[in-house]
């Protein structure tokens, strides 16, 4: 008997992924039950801003109403990682141009130091001397590259300061960001609380961790190590958020060693020349989806959803280009956890995401990606030929049985114009596969002992039910077999559903 979560509760057939983050404006078991509906795949908890106590209530409510609904949705956790940010003040500063600011570096924490007056035009920053990083005429952005200034003095004196002139009018929040261009920020990696953050991930069995500024291939071999401390067998996955040069720089040895990528626009649109950004957001996208890893744009997507009814015709054109081209998933930041109306923005960014994909013609990107097969890597030269023979035989959809997801994303490596239904006995693979594009998940019974031939009768009975399939459907396999031997991908089997000609193995 095989038990179900059912792939989506969206009558479309949705590829490209959706992930919503969870904050204020959505922690209600309503309007994560709506979320769900219009298609969130992925629900993102963002720790810069989250305390334990909220987590564990916004974990509870997203298990509760996956399970209430029948739906595979990943869980991640966002850590804060070394952000730079300024404090001394907690209500908003309004800044005309021509204003003169004195910035202090200080290793103390924001409620460690006194509120200074507004007027004084006196910050600090964790950033640790801030003078040794800039020189005179050096640009700082503040307020997420909104405001900008140029240094025009230096001081020496310990912890180290300098004073900026402010070159446009802006309103500086409450623990705004700042950035230098171009500097290598002496911060590391993993603060306390990050480390902090990650055991609590893993204790708590999240699906995803995403990793704030990822500098190395080194920094997730740390995480890693950080996680097998805590639990070696945690099954957690480990997304790299691309957010400075220096991780540009990296770019080929992070997608090799993360499990997958975030394309962080916010920040690596102030560390870049912003004019470069869709050049460099197109480029990791394909790096990522050839090397077989789920990749994931984020920041701004739906911004002006945040108070707004609507969204500007610039965020439509934006979701649509990252369809095209063929990132995994898009994802919301504020527009749902602290926006006016968070359904109506997740609507409204399937409905974006459904139109684009229609005019996309995947059989033809799914011959070009036969160049990218790894000769050498038999679930990869299998993925590939069932996505092909599943296009030349007009087949509805291709099966995999998978344990740990493999084989799911090397078929969603190929993108193939059919759905991919991934069935795996592991709770914790099936709702990490609903953020790789095109996978639907199913949580099935182990299939270990099993014929191939009764397990493929069982799925094709199942998807019939659900109403997935219908008799004189093809359906192509894609398994290792037989299961639970720990072998490489090396079964594909066509099948026509109704049809009972099953022949045994030998």
């Known amino acids: 008997m095989i038990q179900v979560s059912t792939p989506s509760v969206t009558q479309t057939f949705r590829r490209t992924k959706m ?100 007027e004084d035009r006196r910050f600090y920053t964790n950033l640790p001397r801030i003078n040794k990083l800039c020189r005179i005429g050096s640009r700082v952005l503040l307020q997420d590259g909104f405001i900008e200034a140029e240094v025009t003095q230096l001081h020496e004196a310990f912890p180290g300061a300098v004073s900026v002139r402010v070159l446009n009018e802006g309103r500086l929040k409450d623990k705004a960001h700042l950035a230098v261009p171009g500097a290598d920020y002496p911060i590391p990696f993993m603060s306390d609380k990050d480390r902090a953050d990650i055991r609590f991930a893993v204790e708590n069995n999240f699906e995803y961790i995403a990793l704030s500024f990822v500098r190395t291939a080194r920094d997730i071999g740390d995480v890693r190590e950080l996680i097998k401390s805590v639990d070696p067998a945690s099954g957690i996955r480990l997304i790299a958020k691309i957010e400075d040069k220096q991780a540009l720089a990296n770019i080929y040895d992070i997608i090799r060693d993360s499990d997958g990528i975030m394309i962080a626009r916010g920040d690596l649109g102030i560390e870049v020349p912003i004019e470069e950004l869709p050049g460099l957001q197109k480029n990791i996208i394909k790096r990522c989806y050839l090397a077989g890893k789920p990749v994931i744009v984020a920041t701004q997507m739906l911004e002006s959803m945040t108070d707004k009814p609507y969204p500007t015709r610039a965020e439509v054109t934006d979701i649509a280009n990252a369809v095209l081209e063929l990132t995994s998933a898009v994802m919301l930041s504020g527009e749902t956890a602290n926006g006016a109306h968070p359904e109506r923005v997740a609507n409204m960014m399937g409905r974006i995401i459904d139109r684009t994909e229609a005019g996309i013609d995947y059989r033809t990107l799914a011959r070009i990606t036969h160049d990218y097969v790894e000769r050498d890597n038999i679930t990869n030269i299998m993925a590939y030929s069932s996505v092909d023979t599943a296009h030349d035989w007009n087949a509805k959809a291709i099966a995999v049985v998978t344990a740990s997801g493999i084989g799911a994303r090397a078929l969603s490596k190929f993108r193939p114009i059919i759905p991919i239904y991934a ?84």
């Open 19 to 118: 992930i919503c983050t969870i904050g204020p404006a959505s922690e209600n078991p309503d309007c994560i039950r709506g979320l769900i509906r219009e298609g969130m795949n992925v629900a993102r908890i963002n720790f810069s801003h989250c305390k334990y106590d909220e987590a564990l209530a916004r974990l509870k409510m997203l298990r509760e109403a996956r399970a209430e609904l029948g739906v595979p949705l990943a869980i991640m956790l966002d850590t804060k990682g070394p952000e730079v940010r300024m404090f001394g003040y907690s209500r908003p500063v309004l800044l005309a141009q021509g204003d003169t600011l004195y910035i202090e570096s200080t290793d103390r924490q924001p409620d460690q130091v006194a509120e200074l007056p507004p």
């Open 423 to 506: 069935f795996t006995h592991h709770e914790q693979v099936c709702h990490q596969m609903a953020l790789n594009w095109g996978v639907a998940p199913f949580l099935i019974e182990n299939p270990d002992g099993q014929r191939f031939s009764d397990a493929a009768k069982r799925i094709m009975d199942l998807l019939k039910k659900k109403g997935f399939m219908a008799n004189g459907d093809k359906l192509v396999f894609m398994a290792s077999s037989p299961f639970g031997k720990g072998r490489p991908t090396n079964t594909m089997r066509c099948e026509v559903v109704g049809d009972n000609a099953f022949h045994d193995e030998t």
